[in-house]
Every structure is written in structure tokens, then in C-alpha cells.
């Protein structure tokens, strides 16, 4: 496919990035990075967030960006992503990716790990949830060179 056939415009339907399992070398820290998510059938970016080593390693930590999970209140490009039987005010509400497009109408969201920067009012309707950083943020370290 050239195109994806599931969200409202042409920019959200547009296919870009890698795998994920393989970059560029020579990556920046200003370098943003596209990686297409079968699973989530989109392609999702990821920015720089902190340098990290392993094993004695240099690694660049990316982070999933913020406007990935955001409500369409507080970014309006993901409004393609709430396709129809999507609970409207649901996608108002930061922490959330809307799925359903893509899942022929399965009422499914994809959020972080423990609601991780979303809505507190999603986190309170579940018991039992600590969201941190350290344990929760999704990230991907790469070697940059």
C-alpha cells in the first residue's frame, strides 16, 4: 500500500518511517523519528529526550512524543484518528490512541503503560494505578552513530 484506508484525511492515511527495527545513522538530537506500527496502524514519532548509556555504551533515548496520546482538545491533528462509533468525548481526552479505524470498529484505545500522562480521570476509574516515569514512559534508546 502506498496509503493507509482507515483514518478521516490523507495526512493521518499517510504511510512513513521504518520498521522501527532500524534508523538512519548519525542521528541528531533534533532528529525526529518515524517508525510505521503495524499494531497500531499508524505511524508513530518518537523525539529526543535525554542521552543514557548502557554497558558503557552512548545511547540517545527517544521518547514517544507527547501528541501521540493527546485529546483532540488539546491537538486537533489526531481528530482523524476518531473514526465513527468512537465516543466523541473519549477522544477529547489526553492519554489515549484511538484504534478503532483500524480494528473494523472494535471499540479499542492504546494508552502507556499505568495510564502513564493521561486524563487523571481515566486514572481514577481504575484502582490500583501509579503512573512514573521511570517505570512507565515509553521510549526506544539508540546508538546514534
Not at 23 to 48: G, H, M, Q, S, W
Not at 68 to 97: A, H, S, W
Not at 126 to 136: A, M, Q, R, V, Y
Request: hydrophobic residues 35%; negative net charge.
Amino acid at each position: 500500500m502506498t496509503h493507509l484506508p482507515w483514518w478521516k484525511t490523507e495526512a493521518c492515511n499517510e504511510l512513513k518511517g521504518t520498521d522501527g527495527s532500524i534508523f538512519t545513522p548519525f542521528i541528531k538530537k533534533d532528529t525526529v523519528l518515524y517508525a510505521y506500527n503495524p499494531e497500531v496502524c499508524r505511524p508513530l514519532f518518537i523525539v529526543f529526550d535525554k542521552e543514557v548509556e548502557y554497558k558503557g555504551v552512548p545511547l540517545y533515548r527517544f521518547g514517544a512524543h507527547e501528541k501521540i496520546f493527546q485529546g483532540i482538545d488539546t491537538n486537533p491533528e489526531n481528530e482523524c484518528y476518531c473514526t465513527e462509533g468512537v465516543d466523541p468525548e473519549l477522544c477529547k481526552r489526553n492519554g489515549l490512541m484511538m484504534m478503532s479505524g483500524c480494528a473494523m470498529g472494535a471499540p479499542i484505545t492504546l494508552s502507556q503503560p499505568h495510564f502513564f500522562d493521561a486524563d487523571p480521570r481515566i486514572r481514577a476509574e481504575i484502582d490500583g494505578l501509579n503512573p512514573s516515569e521511570e517505570n512507565h514512559k515509553t521510549y526506544l534508546d539508540i546508538e546514534p552513530v
